[in-house]
């Protein structure tokens, strides 16, 4: 079938419907294809803790012309403060807001991952189909199709079949070779979730480190709540394990570690059970050397998991469903070249962001006894006196992304363009 263009219009199936698999939504309704988008989770899952965007990502939002909305929700985080165990602040890196050079420790946008989705799902609902409480079990495909099996017992055939179904995919599975292990992992750990906010929570990230490579971080986003997470630097069968355990067992993971760590760490603790929500995971990264077989193509991070350390997770995942998207606009008619030219473009970008992760640099971070951590606390302190992270973030010529430039698919720009007009016109 063919749009009122002259291209041809594909019936594309997205599994996931987080930030990537709304982001593919978004860019390929305006390419005037069908897009059927499937969640596992009975609803839109808008929760989760703060996330940020930088460099490439940033563009990408501002191209979808989203900028504005996103900042209307930006959680207001000065910067972050690394504490001892009397809350005292040893040194503080503030965020780069001067609009240039590379962002900090924080960034210049910061918000809730819950809001990000809540922004992309009200820009996407009414052109593309949401499905909540369905997955992909599997799938088979030929030169034609890929049909799609539910779970809940039905199957559909498609043009293509994009898995943007997180850092654990099923999609990716069933692609790769059976035992490939697509997993760089850098022997950390971490844990968060929220707790009631009290008057001594500020609008800087105090971070503090305890002996045993731990670390807890303390974040604001509201006047009620505050960000708990637990950072954990082991290498163990246990601690790899404890992420698919009930989450009952997971907090009791998470207290043993750090029952004598010191500072709020009775406080957060204690907020564990009655927390809206608990997450648990093993910090890595997902690497693969193809990202597409036939009629089926991976996104997001079940693509190019970069991990939180990168600070480029959801910018990665922005600019691959822009790149994945504007590559299948541009050659509808020919899906091989489309998710060739995918892999070729992106790859590049994405090398940079994973290679951003340093497991030794990591360890610095995460010191084991006293000693380091006050060498570590000392270092930091002489370095903002004499506003050393300042001025390498405001000087510096590149973001995290490096100098990679995002690609100008025309086409779909143009019909966002139109259709930002038509809403405009409606109200």
């Known amino acids: 079938m063919a749009d009122r263009t002259g291209k041809r219009s594909l019936r594309v199936l997205v599994a996931?419907?987080?930030?990537?698999?709304?982001?593919?939504?978004?860019?390929?309704?305006?390419?005037?294809?069908?897009?059927?988008?499937?969640?596992?989770?009975?609803?839109?899952?808008?929760?989760g803790a703060q996330v940020d965007l930088r460099g490439q990502g940033i563009e990408a939002v501002e191209r979808m012309e989203l900028l504005e909305t996103?900042?209307?929700?930006?959680v207001d985080e000065a910067g972050v403060a690394f504490v001892d165990s009397r809350g005292r602040r040893r040194a503080t890196i503030m965020a780069n807001?001067?609009?240039?050079?590379?962002?900090?420790?924080t960034s210049e946008y910061e918000i809730m991952r819950g809001d990000l989705v809540r922004i992309l799902h009200d820009a996407t609902k009414d052109d593309a189909e949401y499905v909540f409480g369905k997955s992909v079990d599997g799938f088979d495909q030929d030169e034609?199709?890929?049909?799609?099996?539910?779970?809940?017992?039905?199957?559909?055939?498609?043009?293509?079949?994009?898995g943007a179904d997180g850092q654990g995919s099923r999609i990716r599975r069933a692609l790769l070779p059976e035992g490939f292990d697509p997993y760089w992992r850098v022997g950390i750990h971490m844990a968060y979730w929220f707790v009631p906010r009290i008057a001594s929570d500020t609008d800087i990230r105090d971070t503090y480190m305890a002996p045993g490579g731990r670390q807890i971080m303390r974040r604001s986003h509201n006047a009620t709540e505050t960000q708990a997470y637990f950072v954990l630097r082991e290498e163990s069968a246990e601690a790899s394990?404890?992420?698919?355990?009930?989450?009952?067992?997971?907090?009791r993971f998470w207290a043993d570690r750090f029952r004598d760590a010191g500072w709020q760490t009775e406080r957060f603790v204690d907020g564990m059970k009655d927390s809206p929500?608990?997450?648990?995971?093993?910090?890595?990264?997902?690497?693969?050397?193809?990202?597409?077989?036939?009629?089926?193509?991976?996104?997001?991070?079940a693509a190019h998991c970069a991990s939180p350390y990168s600070g480029m997770g959801v910018s990665g995942g922005l600019v691959g469903?822009?790149?994945?998207?504007?590559?299948?606009?541009?050659?509808?008619?020919?899906?091989?070249t489309a998710?060739?030219?995918?892999?070729?473009?992106?790859?590049?970008?994405?090398?940079?962001?994973?290679?951003?992760?340093?497991?030794?640099?990591?360890?610095?971070?995460?010191?084991?006894?006293?000693?380091?951590?006050?060498?570590f606390q000392n270092a930091t302190a002489l370095a903002c006196f004499f506003r050393v992270p300042d001025l390498v973030a405001r000087f510096s010529k590149e973001d995290r992304g490096g100098g990679w430039k995002l690609p100008n698919y025309t086409e779909a720009r143009a019909a966002c363009r139109v259709r930002s007009r038509e809403s405009c016109e409606s109200r």
Do not use: C
């Open 16 to 47: 996931g419907g987080g930030i990537a698999g709304q982001a593919l939504a978004f860019w390929l309704t305006r390419g005037g294809h069908r897009v059927t988008v499937v969640e596992r989770f009975p609803a839109l899952r808008a929760s």
């Open 339 to 375: 998710l060739t030219h995918y892999d070729r473009v992106l790859r590049p970008f994405v090398d940079e962001i994973q290679a951003e992760v340093n497991p030794r640099i990591l360890r610095v971070g995460m010191p084991m006894n006293k000693h380091a951590i006050s060498a």
């Open 241 to 251: 394990a404890i992420h698919r355990a009930p989450a009952e067992r997971q907090q």
């Open 321 to 336: 469903a822009y790149v994945l998207s504007g590559e299948i606009n541009r050659h509808a008619d020919d899906l091989p």
């Open 144 to 162: 034609q199709h890929v049909t799609a099996h539910f779970s809940d017992g039905t199957s559909g055939a498609y043009d293509l079949l994009i």
């Open 97 to 105: 807001t001067s609009g240039k050079g590379r962002q900090t420790l």
């Open 277 to 301: 929500f608990f997450y648990s995971q093993e910090i890595a990264q997902v690497r693969t050397d193809t990202w597409s077989e036939g009629r089926v193509v991976l996104a997001g991070d």
């Open 70 to 74: 996103v900042r209307r929700k930006l």
